[in-house]
C-alpha cells in the first residue's frame, strides 16, 4: 500500500510539473492564460469502517482550471492587432463552425477577411443599411461615421477592395469676414459699376473652394463678394470659372446678405440655406458630361433642381480692416483608394481613403460566458463552449460585462514567470518527497524479507 501511496503523489507531482512547465513555454504566447494544478485527496472506504482511524489512499490530480486574469497590453504598430481590455473573447468562424479567442493578432487574407493565423474570420456586426448616403437638408450627403449595427447578426469582416465612389458637392459652408469699412464700387464718373466676373475692379473680394462634380473632378467654386451703396448689405455671387466659351459668361443670380451694426449676419436666416443654380455644366471646361451639386430626388418637396449647390452663410461676420476665411468646407470628395484602418474603443472598424472619406464596416462583436473556465481548450489559443461553461451571450464591446476593444495592441499571456519557478521548486520537492515515501517502503520491504 505504501508502494501506491508514494505512486499517486509521483504522479500528481508530476502533473504539477507538466502544468508549470506549460505555463512557462507559452509565457510568450499571446492571449495565453495560465492553468493551476488542483488536487485531490484518494481515501479507500470498507463497510463499517471508522472514519477517525481511516489512512488516505494518496493524492490525484483534480483539475487544471485557467486564470481568466487580465494579461498586459504589448502595444505595436499594426492597426490589426486587437486587444481586450476587460471580459470577453473575439469571435472566430471556420466553416460555420464557431471558436472563441483573446489572441487579436489578426491579418488580411487575399480575398479582404480579417483572420487569424489558422485561417478562421473575425466576426462582427454588419452596419444594418450599407448604402454610403442619406438625404440631408434636401442634399445627398456621405453618412459614414454615425452608423446602426445589426447585433443580431454576424458575418466574417471583410475589408474594401473597390474605390471610394466620387460625391458631387451639394452644400458649402462659408464663414468668412468681410471689411467692415468696404465701400460700393463706382466708376470715374460716380456711377455704381455693374458685377463682371472677369473684371477684377467690379467687385471687392473673392475667394473659392474646391467641389467636386458626379465624377470626382475637382472645381473651383468662386464667391465673389461686391459691397452695395445701402450700407451693411452685400451681394454674393458664384461661379465655377473656366468657361468654354470666356467671350460668353453666364449671367450670375446674386444673394444679398445683412448684417447688423455689430457686425453679424442677420439675413439670410441661421443655418438658411442659399441656392447656386448652375443649369449647364457643359458651359465650363473641361465638358466631362458630369453634374455637380444636389442629385434629384422625389422624396424632397418641393423636389430640387439639378445641378444646384447650396450655400449655408451661418458665421459671416463683417468685422474691422481684413478680409479673413474662417471656414470654407464643402461635401464633396474625389475617388478614393484604401489607404488604411482604424478601430475605436467600441470595436467600430473603419476603412480610411485617399480622398480624405471614411466609412464604417462593421463592429467587433464579442462573446461572454457564465463559467469561462469551463470552456474546453483546443489549442491555437481557442476554446470552445461546453454545458460547464455556459451558453454563450453575444454584444458589442463595453456593453454590460463586456470590455474595450484596445487598436494597436496585443493581450500578452498572464503568466508570472517568476512565480512559476517557484512553483518549479515546490513540484520537485513534493517529488523529491514522494520518491522517497517509495524508497523507505522498499526499505521496509527489503528488512522484512530479511527476517526470513
Not at 111 to 132: A, C, E
Request: no cysteine; charged share 15%; hydrophobic share 35%.
Amino acid at each position: 500500500m505504501s508502494f501506491n501511496i508514494g505512486l499517486t503523489g509521483l504522479n500528481a507531482a508530476s502533473a504539477d510539473l507538466k502544468v508549470t512547465g506549460n505555463n512557462i513555454a507559452n509565457s510568450g504566447t499571446v492571449g495565453f492564460k495560465e492553468s493551476r494544478a488542483e488536487f485531490a485527496n484518494l481515501f479507500v472506504q470498507s463497510y463499517g469502517s471508522i472514519s477517525k482511524t481511516a489512512i488516505g489512499s494518496g493524492a490525484r490530480l483534480a483539475a487544471t482550471p485557467q486564470q481568466f486574469t487580465q494579461g498586459s497590453l504589448d502595444y505595436s504598430d499594426n492597426v490589426m492587432d486587437l486587444a481586450i481590455s476587460g471580459q470577453g473573447f473575439f469571435i472566430m468562424d471556420e466553416n460555420g463552425s464557431k471558436s472563441y479567442t483573446r489572441a487579436g493578432a489578426f491579418q488580411v487574407d487575399q480575398d479582404g477577411y480579417v483572420v487569424n493565423s489558422q485561417g478562421q474570420q473575425l466576426q462582427t456586426y454588419p452596419r444594418k443599411d450599407d448604402n454610403l448616403y442619406a438625404v440631408t437638408e434636401g442634399v445627398f450627403v456621405p453618412e459614414l461615421n454615425d452608423p446602426e449595427f445589426d447585433v443580431g447578426n454576424l458575418q466574417s469582416l471583410q475589408l474594401p477592395l473597390e474605390n471610394f465612389p466620387p460625391t458631387s458637392t451639394g452644400k458649402v459652408v462659408s464663414k468668412i469676414n468681410l471689411r467692415s469699412d468696404a465701400e460700393a464700387i463706382r466708376d470715374i464718373n460716380g456711377t455704381l459699376v455693374t458685377f463682371n466676373q472677369n473684371d477684377p475692379d467690379t467687385y471687392n473680394y473673392s475667394t473659392s473652394a474646391t467641389v467636386y462634380d458626379t465624377l470626382g473632378l475637382p472645381r473651383n467654386m468662386t464667391f465673389y463678394f461686391q459691397k452695395t451703396e445701402t450700407p451693411l448689405t452685400w451681394n454674393v455671387y458664384a461661379d465655377l470659372g473656366d468657361w468654354a466659351d470666356p467671350a460668353s459668361p453666364n449671367t450670375l443670380t446674386p444673394i444679398s446678405l445683412t448684417f447688423d451694426t455689430t457686425g453679424n449676419l442677420v439675413t439670410p436666416a441661421v443655418d438658411e440655406l442659399q441656392a447656386f443654380p448652375f443649369p449647364d455644366l457643359a458651359l465650363y471646361k473641361p465638358d466631362n458630361g458630369a453634374q455637380i451639386g444636389t442629385v434629384q430626388n422625389p422624396d424632397v418637396v418641393p423636389p430640387l433642381v439639378d445641378t444646384t449647390v447650396f450655400v449655408n452663410f451661418t458665421g459671416m461676420t463683417q468685422f474691422g480692416t481684413q478680409y479673413t476665411v474662417n471656414e470654407l468646407s464643402q461635401n464633396g470628395n474625389a475617388v478614393g483608394r484604401l489607404s488604411g484602418l482604424e478601430v475605436d474603443a467600441n470595436g467600430i472598424v473603419f476603412s480610411r481613403y485617399t480622398n480624405g472619406q471614411s466609412k464604417a464596416l462593421g463592429q467587433v462583436a464579442l462573446a461572454n460566458f457564465n463559467n469561462p473556465q469551463g470552456l474546453q481548450v483546443i489549442g491555437n489559443n481557442a476554446w470552445i463552449e461546453t454545458a460547464e461553461s455556459g451558453e454563450h451571450t453575444y454584444d458589442a464591446p463595453g456593453n454590460g460585462e463586456l470590455g474595450s476593444v484596445q487598436s494597436g495592441a496585443l493581450e500578452a499571456s498572464n503568466v508570472d514567470v517568476a512565480e512559476e519557478l517557484v512553483n518549479l521548486i515546490t513540484a520537485q520537492r513534493n517529488y523529491q518527497a514522494n520518491a522517497k515515501t517509495v524508497s523507505t517502503a522498499d526499505q521496509m520491504v527489503q528488512t522484512i524479507l530479511n527476517l526470513q
